[in-house]
């Protein structure tokens, strides 16, 4: 898989369509910090909130065990640091499962997407508990490498799998 870092053009925040979904200021949208096995989430987080959007950030817990949330916004932005072989997450308080019912954009992982919504993820599960508080009409979106967005129909569906609704590489945002 390319490296978000080795191309001048991998900066998600440039991404064609981005600024087009987007909510107005002062709107709660869901995103991740990225691995590094990952797109570099960190120019994307920077946009949304020095676009004066409230930002939810998961904080899974040891082992992925609890589905909850941390808030960051342009006054409290020092994204979190993770220690060696720990998921980077928001410090508490944390809000629950739920807060994701708020968000008008909700930004996902996935290592793969094809153009009928199905993400694939780690494995773990913990996306696929999350997403099913997202409400009625968010926009999901699963960030990837360009070349990790397949045709409709290749990827593996299970029943739990919440759809996806597009995909945001470093080339763009693409609506299925």
């Known amino acids: 898989m390319p490296d ?3 191309s001048p053009s991998a900066n998600l925040a440039l991404a064609p369509g981005l600024v087009g979904v987007l909510p107005s200021p002062g709107e709660l ?3 991740f910090i990225s691995l590094d096995s990952e797109p570099d989430t960190s120019s994307l987080l920077m946009k949304l909130v020095g676009s004066s959007l409230k930002v939810l950030l998961p904080a899974p817990g040891p082992e992925l065990t609890a589905v909850r949330w941390g808030q960051v916004t ?3 932005c020092a994204l979190p640091v ?4 720990a998921l980077p997450q928001p410090p508490p308080p944390w809000l629950p499962a739920e807060a994701l019912a708020d968000c008008q954009v ?3 992982p996935a290592l793969a997407v094809d153009r009928s919504g199905t993400r694939l993820g780690r494995g773990g599960g913990w996306y696929d508990r999350a997403l099913r508080h997202v409400a009625q009409g968010t926009l999901v979106l699963a960030v990837v ?3 990790a967005v397949f045709p409709a129909g290749v990827l593996p569906n299970q029943v739990h799998d919440r759809p996806v609704d597009g995909a945001l590489t470093w080339l763009g945002v693409e609506l299925f």
């Open 29 to 31: 949208v869901a995103a």
């Open 106 to 108: 909700v930004f996902v």
């Open 82 to 85: 993770a220690e060696p072989g």
């Open 4 to 6: 978000a870092d080795s």
């Open 74 to 76: 342009a006054a409290t």
């Open 145 to 147: 490498f360009p070349d």
